[in-house]
């Protein structure tokens, strides 16, 4: 495995925010995400949080949920409300399924449970950075992609199911055009991590789990659902199967 660590690894001039009331973690965070290269900024509360984002426009924000003025989940509905897409990087207590959800709802991009190792925080900044500054390539855009009474277009971001206009997060459009890109074929989560989130390494498929709940809740609303899991495997984009009630392999 490469060194996270190492300034090679990142790209330079990237500024971190660290939002987190607990001088030990914020400490431990500022300085290992300084010797891997990046440009730190800290803040203890919500309040300060939104002045340092206004003053120094970081490329990330690495967010504790649990603040002393507020909870971070607010804080980046916040942020959205104000056109800041900046990506978020939430550092969570809670492990339920729940709070995850309504953590990713909230527009956050990833989340990592504490206690947590500081190695993988540093692997899920750079994936994060890395989503946010591939370049793609200068040739005109792929037509919409299209499977049942479902659209993706990538060129406007624009997404509808039955011709009713869904909206989606920056992660969950990236999730549900790796699941349209490959109609009928079974992802494993492994492979989704890679593709969605630029993990290459053996990360926590939970968060599949995750945003694949979150994405039901949004495009399989309404009968038949396409979205379906595969025990043991995955997750594949399908209409249902005949015969097979629609709740056999959700």
């Not at 277009?153 to 011709?163: F, Y």
């Not at 492994?190 to 968060?207: H, M, P, S």
């Amino acid at each position: 495995m490469t060194d996270p660590y190492s300034p090679a690894r990142t790209t330079a001039g990237h500024t971190v925010l660290v939002v987190e009331d607990d001088a030990s973690i914020r400490t431990l965070l500022a300085s290992a995400l300084g010797v891997a290269g990046y440009m730190v900024v800290c803040a203890s509360a919500g309040r300060e949080a939104m002045f340092e984002v206004g003053r120094r426009r970081p490329h990330l924000i690495v967010l504790d949920v649990m603040l002393p003025d507020t909870d971070g989940f607010r804080l980046t509905r916040a942020l959205r409300a104000r056109g800041v897409h900046t990506p978020v990087l939430f550092l969570t207590a809670r492990a339920d399924v729940e709070d995850r959800i309504a953590g990713l709802s909230s527009g956050g991009d990833d989340y990592v449970t504490k206690p947590f190792h500081v190695q993988e925080v540093l692997l899920r900044v750079r994936a994060i950075l890395r989503r946010g500054t591939a370049p793609g390539p200068a040739t005109a855009p792929d037509p919409p992609l299209r499977y049942a009474d479902l659209t993706l277009d990538e060129a406007t971001r624009d997404v509808h199911r039955a011709d009713l206009p869904v909206r989606l997060s920056p992660t969950e459009f990236r999730l549900l055009a790796c699941l349209l890109a490959q109609p009928e074929r079974v992802l494993t989560k492994a492979e989704i991590l890679q593709k969605v989130w630029n993990y290459d390494f053996v990360g926590d498929t939970r968060i599949v789990d995750t945003y694949i709940k979150n994405l039901r809740r949004k495009i399989d609303r309404d009968e038949p659902p396409l979205i379906h899991t595969v025990r043991g495997v995955g997750y594949c984009l399908r209409l249902p199967r005949p015969g097979t009630p629609p709740e056999a392999d959700r």
